[in-house]
């Protein structure tokens, strides 16, 4: 079994698709028995969704041109709109957002912090590498949340987070300056360890370490092959 | 004649009234002999727009409490939807928003540096106070553009900005610390200030001076009257 989290060097084989978008794969495993209550995977997502929004601000702001700004002005109402239909299922549910988000707020915060890129270029990677992962992830799990919430969840996780637009705003910036494709894989690998993470901690492990191993590896097996594929179609080495 | 531009000390004398939000007074002058062509217009307002969601952004980023961040969220997203909503007119006559908007970039980013806050206190109020004034100010300009394009763009421009919600989040914050009202009340002067200057390089000014300081007067006077009645409402000295 391979255990994503302690593993070095060795890189999955997976097939050289077109951008996820255009061939979304089917998911074929999924996190059901490891899904956490209901109250813990919305505070969690839709508080990671609004980071996802805050990084877009901010990319935003640090944006080289007006045409970029307006390009990400519209992933940042998709992304807005990801966090609004997932505080949506916290009222339905009876609480309030902030409240059922507060817990979770350190160790994203600190996630945050560490996947903060040290120019525009870095930050547009990190909204689209992060997001990406992060809406594959959260969709495995929703499997297994209460079925009057499962599926207007994976709806709301499923939506578009803009990333074609991110995908095509790397490119360009990868076509306008060959030398930042090395720097921007690098950046790429340690993005998707920090992402691998904070999206185990979600998880509701059992004292079965073995057992859960075995749920975990495939899934996330299928999330690193989703993310090298994502990382294929920007012409960087995943 | 009042010229708003160089006054000093004097304060309109105007009636105490309730927040905007709950008695919004009809806009009783307009500007639209003043009115520019509809692509600058549109291009500055639309920019405009773009930078008071880019600070409600960093607000967003800087909020002490998860429950502020959950707030701050709603009012970006109404941000966002009014941007989208000029950007939209843009494309309608055929335009790209990027294009557009670049020519007012330098003087709307300078405007945006000059009305920075220092703490998150002063970057809430400047969100409220910027916005509820431009809003105000497109809104009587609107009423100058060619006719089939008027009554939507007032409608864009009329729609909720979120103010009643940054209002409370200002009150709660003075409640919280008292000493806060003089130097936010001082901060409003300074915002104020420079939202008028931006406000006016938008008009389409003639070569006559006193002509157009004619019509200018009274419509600042109720733009002056409009803000001082929102810093009322947040129990601060306009």
């Not at 609480?95 to 600190?110: K, L, R, S």
């Not at 799990?141 to 079925?147: C, D, F, I, K």
Request: with cysteine; hydrophobic share 45%.
């Amino acid at each position: 079994m391979v255990n994503w989290f302690s593993r070095k060097g060795k890189r999955a084989e997976v097939p050289r698709l077109r951008p996820r978008s255009e061939a979304e794969p089917a998911l074929k495993v999924d996190l059901a028995e490891l899904t956490p209550d209901l109250l813990t995977f919305l505070g969690k997502s839709a508080y990671l969704q609004l980071t996802i929004f805050e990084n877009l601000g901010r990319t935003l702001a640090l944006a080289p041109t007006t045409e970029a700004k307006e390009t990400l002005s519209r992933v940042a109402a998709l992304s807005l709109a990801k966090h609004h239909g997932l505080t949506a299922e916290i009222r339905r549910h009876g609480e309030e957002p902030g409240a059922v988000m507060q817990p979770f707020t350190a160790a994203i915060d600190e996630y945050q912090r560490t996947t903060q890129g040290a120019d525009w270029h870095e930050e547009l990677l990190a909204c689209h590498i992060t997001a990406g992962f992060l809406d594959d992830f959260f969709v495995h799990l929703a499997s297994g949340l209460p079925s009057d919430y499962a599926g207007r969840v994976a709806a709301v996780l499923r939506a578009d987070s803009g990333s074609e637009l991110l995908a095509e705003q790397v490119r360009r910036s990868i076509d306008e300056n060959t030398l930042l494709a090395s720097r921007l894989a690098m950046w790429g690998r340690r993005l998707v360890g920090d992402t691998m993470l904070v999206a185990r901690s979600t998880l509701a492990l059992s004292a079965n370490t073995v057992s859960d191993e075995a749920r975990i590896e495939p899934v996330f097996t299928e999330l690193i092959a989703a993310h090298t594929r994502r990382m294929d179609a920007l012409g960087l080495t995943a």
